[in-house]
């Protein structure tokens, strides 16, 4: 997942500094985050071939990921609450700076108010990733 979190960020640093640096010229830079939403993508997560990882300590945890991802990807979003977001992102006068648009409002708020140890372990406990 480092890769995949590290791209997102990186947009997110590059928005951030693109609506400042873009403010002269009057263009605002917004960030739509959207959660998981419902598209055929999920799918693709049984063609993954984690075979290398068999005997490694990750087999377990990429096993609950692929399970994970299985059953909540097709709960997502509608594409339309989506589509709903960037509507208003980009037809409000005066617009959040970003929209979080998610399935699961209450993950996001924990996510977002609770310290960053305690969003560490609630996972590691969730994916068993803690040592033993």
Do not use: C, H
């Not at 640096?21 to 959660?35: Q, R, S, T, Y």
């Amino acid at each position: 997942m480092g890769p995949y979190n590290a791209s997102k960020f990186a947009i997110e640093g590059l928005s951030e500094s693109l609506r400042r640096e873009l403010m002269l010229f009057g263009i605002d830079v917004i960030v739509v985050a959207p959660g998981a939403v419902a598209t055929p993508i999920w799918a693709k997560a049984e063609e993954v071939d984690v075979s290398q990882y068999a005997n490694t300590p990750y087999m377990s945890q990429l096993q609950k990921i692929r399970s994970y991802m299985l059953d909540r990807g097709p709960k997502g979003l509608k594409p339309e609450a989506l589509g709903e977001a960037i509507y208003t992102a980009l037809t409000t006068p005066n617009p959040k700076v970003r929209y979080v648009v998610t399935p699961d409002r209450f993950q996001e708020i924990m996510s977002a108010i609770l310290p960053k140890r305690t969003m560490d372990n609630l996972i590691a406990g969730r994916l068993g990733l803690k040592k033993s």
